[in-house]
Each structure stands twice: as structure tokens, then as C-alpha cells.
């Protein structure tokens, strides 16, 4: 990330010298693509820290139910019956609860990331 950063400042401070509009268009293309590179690497980094948040929440969940399972005591649970319930998908369903006519179309949402 530092070294992008000092390749955009090398770069705005090489635009103040030029004066033939190729070459202007040139670094401007470079400059355009590091931040590119740029917006990139802070979208995964991002991404990455999310994902760890799950991890040590999934992690943190199952330090509970261990607990919990260690004083209600393990083998009275290993007794329990549970009931199994059958699930079927249901078109209705496979969108959320969210009504067709409040929903947001996916194209929309695109419009949103442009």
C-alpha cells in the first residue's frame, strides 16, 4: 500500500513537469490503473478482516456451547432425542422474507458499485 502511494505522489509530481499532452496521458493512464491496484488491495483487505471477524465468531460460539455442554453434562445430551425436520425448498422462501413488490432488482443493486 506505501508503495503505491509514493508511486501516485511520483506521479502527480511528474505531471507538473510535462508539457506534451501524450506523455500526459500516459502517467495519467499509470495513475489511473495504481488506483486501480489501490481500491483492489483495500476492497480484499477488507474482505480479510470480515472474514476473520466470522472466524472468531464461529470460534467463540463453539468455546459456549462446549461450555455449556460441559455443565449440563455431556453424556445427558448424547441421550436427547431430537426431532428431524424435513425442508423443502419453496421458491418463496429462497428469496428471504422480503416481498417481490419491495424487492431490489439485482440490476439495481450493480448500479450501486459504478
Known sequence: M???EK???AVAKLKKY?????????VETAEISNNTVFDARTSRDMTGQRVTKIV?????????VTTLR????????????????EVTAVENL????QLKTDATSQDEIDKLFD
Open 7 to 9: 508511486i501516485n505522489e
Open 18 to 26: 510535462i508539457n506534451y499532452s501524450k506523455l500526459v496521458e500516459l
Open 56 to 64: 472468531k465468531l464461529a470460534s467463540y460460539v463453539e468455546e459456549k
Open 70 to 85: 460441559e455443565i449440563w453434562g455431556g453424556d445427558e445430551l448424547d441421550n436427547l432425542t431430537l426431532a428431524v425436520v
Open 2 to 4: 506505501e508503495a503505491i
Open 94 to 97: 429462497l428469496h428471504g422474507s
